[in-house]
């Protein structure tokens, strides 16, 4: 076990004691300056054994992060190659232009062991030229780059932890230039002392990762995985999550499937609609700089060209074989997640994707709901008694309204939904109606809109409603 109390408010030189590279370290630190980062904050201890610098990251992430992340379509076996395909394709497809900056290597990309002085290795074979090479390429070219490691001894995929490391490892990082950190718990839970929570122990050692990360100096957008830790309990990472992480995952792993419909209790949430329902337990907790992560996207994954594992865990759930969604689903998801300002993460092969692909996942007018400035939370509208549809609102910077109805339903539903039950406001003039995913514009006639909709199983419509004459601010 790590001796927390041993470490609070040891100073920053005493860390060289867990094998920190001296030179890494005055890399950061002169950066850091240089960046005017460093600030002069007083230390915030949290008993969890790192000095916090809570001003480092302060301002990152306002908005939910968008990128692409190697796990879906590589899994273990990543390699720079696959890196910089994605960094050229996020460039040449317009996807870096509509938002999408963080290019993350999930798990693998590790040898199994540290080097003499307890530095993480990437694999040479498949980063020959290291990170910090991989790093400079993918800032070459206006983006930033992800990593992945666990607060455990060991990451999902069995390569070396963060567990008693996590100074020493976010020096490395910040050192060579990454700019997000995804953190899996894994094999952290098992390494709980008798008599402490599941949850305390989840806080502490996530948030021992935070506070090593913004010691550095260097801004790293944190993102968590509590999901994977095998408690409930602890998983709410909603309730507990926004003042240690940048966004935190409230679902289990996502996979290209509709929904769930054989018996995954052991494993919920693994499909599009599945989360629809959980929603109203977290919606409300995003917010800037700390937003609900529904997992990867899984907008493009074809058979052909997805993580086996991946596909193994949609046809766990369906009792199917060759799952991915088809371009109505892909439309519904991207705006189920942009609704619930969900970070957006692709994991399809960007270098082959359709045009169908290409155009839902650049959709300026949907991507705007997920970005927008104010940050709301969505929420739920009308209960069970629009059967079959699922509606949720959203008030949007500016006083606009994003409106999200979704049919999860195997038949076509037409409905007209009344602006009263939405919470939607009269106004003299009318509303404007945007529908973001045919861009269709009309007029209500009334104070308070009617909604219309015809949509096909598993459609969604995605609106925009700005009032008529409004002046701006
Ligand atoms: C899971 C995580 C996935 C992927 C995988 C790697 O826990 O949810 O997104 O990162 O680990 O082993």
């Given at each position: 076990m790590i001796d927390?109390?041993?470490?609070?408010?040891?100073?920053?030189?005493?860390?060289?004691?867990?094998?920190?590279?001296?030179?890494?370290?005055?890399?950061?630190?002169?950066?850091?300056?240089?960046?005017?980062?460093?600030?002069?904050?007083?230390?915030?201890?949290?008993?969890?054994?790192?000095?916090?610098?809570?001003?480092?990251?302060?301002?990152?992430?306002?908005?939910?992060?968008?990128?692409?992340?190697?796990?879906?379509?590589?899994?273990?076996?990543?390699?720079?190659?696959?890196?910089?395909?994605?960094?050229?394709?996020?460039?040449?497809?317009?996807?870096?232009?509509?938002?999408?900056?963080?290019?993350?290597?999930?798990?693998?990309?590790?040898?199994?062991?540290?080097?003499?002085?307890?530095?993480?290795?990437?694999?040479?074979?498949?980063?020959?030229?290291?990170?910090?090479?991989?790093?400079?390429?993918?800032?070459?070219?206006?983006?930033?780059?992800?990593?992945?490691?666990?607060?455990?001894?060991?990451?999902?995929?069995?390569?070396?932890?963060?567990?008693?490391?996590?100074?020493?490892?976010?020096?490395?990082?910040?050192?060579?230039?990454?700019?997000?950190?995804?953190?899996?718990?894994?094999?952290?839970?098992?390494?709980?002392?008798?008599?402490?929570?599941?949850?305390?122990?989840?806080?502490?050692?996530?948030?021992?990762?935070?506070?090593?990360?913004?010691?550095?100096?260097?801004?790293?957008?944190?993102?968590?995985?509590?999901?994977?830790?095998?408690?409930?309990?602890?998983?709410?990472?909603?309730?507990?999550?926004?003042?240690?992480?940048?966004?935190?995952?409230?679902?289990?792993?996502?996979?290209?499937?509709?929904?769930?419909?054989?018996?995954?209790?052991?494993?919920?949430?693994?499909?599009?609609?599945?989360?629809?329902?959980?929603?109203s337990a977290w919606a409300s907790e995003g917010g800037p700089g700390h937003w609900n992560d529904l997992d990867m996207l899984a907008v493009g994954l074809t058979p052909s060209a997805v993580n086996p594992d991946v596909e193994n865990l949609a046809s766990l759930a369906t009792g199917r074989v060759s799952n991915q969604l088809d371009d109505t689903e892909a439309r519904t998801e991207l705006s189920v997640w942009s609704m619930f300002a969900s970070a957006l993460i692709a994991g399809n092969d960007l270098t082959t994707m359709s045009p169908a692909t290409r155009t839902i996942l650049t959709n300026r007018a949907v991507l705007a709901i997920d970005q927008d400035p104010l940050g709301a939370p969505a929420s739920r509208r009308g209960g069970d008694s629009w059967d079959g549809l699922s509606v949720w609102t959203r008030p949007l910077a500016g006083g606009d309204t994003a409106v999200l109805v979704v049919n999860r339903g195997d038949t076509r539903r037409a409905a007209d939904l009344p602006g009263s039950p939405l919470a939607l406001r009269a106004n003299p003039a009318g509303y404007e109606i945007a529908d973001l995913w045919t861009g269709r514009l009309t007029r209500t006639a009334g104070t308070v809109p009617t909604l219309s909709v015809d949509l096909a199983p598993h459609e969604a419509a995605l609106v925009r409603l700005t009032p008529v004459g409004r002046t701006a601010g």
């Open positions: 927390d109390a041993a470490r609070v408010r040891r100073p920053a030189w005493v860390r060289t004691r867990f094998g920190l590279s001296l030179s890494a370290l005055l890399t950061v630190l002169v950066l850091g300056g240089l960046c005017g980062l460093g600030g002069d904050a007083p230390d915030v201890s949290v008993g969890v054994g790192i000095p916090a610098h809570r001003e480092v990251s302060a301002g990152l992430a306002r908005t939910p992060p968008m990128g692409w992340n190697s796990w879906n379509l590589r899994g273990a076996a990543v390699s720079a190659v696959d890196i910089r395909a994605a960094a050229d394709a996020l460039v040449v497809t317009g996807m870096r232009g509509a938002g999408y900056r963080y290019v993350t290597v999930d798990d693998g990309w590790m040898l199994p062991t540290r080097d003499e002085h307890g530095t993480l290795i990437a694999d040479p074979g498949r980063f020959p030229g290291g990170i910090a090479a991989l790093a400079r390429y993918v800032h070459a070219r206006g983006l930033r780059l992800g990593i992945y490691e666990s607060p455990g001894r060991t990451t999902c995929q069995g390569r070396p932890g963060s567990y008693g490391h996590e100074a020493h490892d976010a020096v490395t990082f910040a050192a060579w230039g990454v700019d997000y950190l995804k953190y899996d718990a894994c094999s952290y839970p098992g390494l709980r002392p008798a008599g402490t929570s599941a949850r305390a122990w989840l806080v502490a050692g996530f948030t021992r990762m935070r506070n090593a990360l913004d010691a550095t100096g260097r801004p790293i957008v944190y993102s968590i995985n509590p999901s994977s830790s095998g408690d409930p309990a602890g998983e709410r990472a909603w309730s507990w999550a926004s003042s240690v992480a940048n966004l935190w995952r409230v679902t289990n792993d996502h996979a290209p499937c509709w929904a769930t419909v054989l018996p995954m209790d052991y494993y919920p949430g693994v499909c599009t609609s599945d989360s629809f329902d959980p929603a």
